[in-house]
């Protein structure tokens, strides 16, 4: 059973527009939400992270958007970069273990 | 600080050898993981290590498949009598004792079978 589930599975966005990155979760015990980069031939890399009790973290160009009610969070990337065309993973754990839960990924291409 | 370490990077099998994955967490981290990315897939999680302890092995298959994390030295994955269906790429994730919900991952090793 999935867990978390994110979309969209690609995006295009051009240089200097704004990318969205959607996720949400069914697990309500999910307390931490990372979000990952990953490059072709790379291991992921921590992004950025967020916890429920706030609705939002911002950190440089990226911020996390989170919406306890509904189960969702999102990551926005500004004024969006050649050199962040990636892909990205969302993911959840609970507090009772370690293991990440991630969404399926979303590859995204920021043209010039 | 160098980050996790994994190697080899790249490895070649025949059906029905063994593969073993080594991971090197960063300096100070005490807690290990293995998960699984298949092409075109998200990672899924196989288990999780603490110095000679297996804490979480809920994602590992129940048969060929096994993971040490000894006093000294690496971690180690080792799948025997791989299978095609093995192929993917394997990644190490560390995280420190005092922020243990961060975890830093390797290069990763991509295994083949051929």
């Known amino acids: 059973q999935q867990q978390v589930k994110q979309s969209p599975q690609s995006l295009i966005v051009q240089k200097g527009g704004i990318s969205i990155i959607n996720c949400a979760y069914e697990?309500?015990?999910?307390?931490?939400f990372p979000w990952y980069q990953q490059f072709p031939g790379k291991g992921p890399a921590l992004l950025i992270a967020?916890?429920?009790?706030?609705s939002e973290k911002k950190e440089g160009r990226f911020t996390i958007s989170f919406n306890k009610s509904a189960k969702q969070f999102s990551l926005h990337i500004m004024d969006s970069q050649p050199g962040d065309s990636a892909t990205y993973f969302c993911?959840?754990?609970?507090?009772?273990?370690?293991?990440?839960?991630f969404g399926t990924g979303t590859q995204l291409k920021v043209e010039l | 600080n160098a980050g996790v370490m994994q190697n080899p990077r790249h490895l070649v099998r025949r059906r029905g050898q063994e593969a073993r994955l080594r991971c090197s967490p960063m300096?100070?981290?005490?807690?290990v993981y293995w998960y699984r990315q298949l092409p075109e897939e998200g990672l899924k999680f196989m288990v999780y290590?603490?110095?000679?302890?297996?804490?979480?092995e809920s994602g590992m298959p129940k048969e060929r498949f096994s993971a040490e994390f000894p006093k000294e030295g690496p971690s180690i994955l080792r799948i025997q009598q791989v299978v095609r269906g093995d192929s993917a790429a394997y990644f190490c994730?560390?995280?420190?004792?005092?922020?243990?919900?961060?975890?830093?991952f390797g290069p990763g090793t991509r295994l083949t079978v051929l």
């Open positions: 994730a560390s995280s420190p004792p005092s922020s243990y919900r961060e975890q830093f």
């Open positions: 697990n309500t015990a999910f307390d931490y």
């Open positions: 967020i916890r429920p009790d706030v």
């Open positions: 993911a959840a754990s609970t507090g009772g273990g370690n293991k990440l839960t």
């Open positions: 300096k100070g981290h005490s807690h």
């Open positions: 290590l603490q110095k000679e302890n297996i804490i979480d």
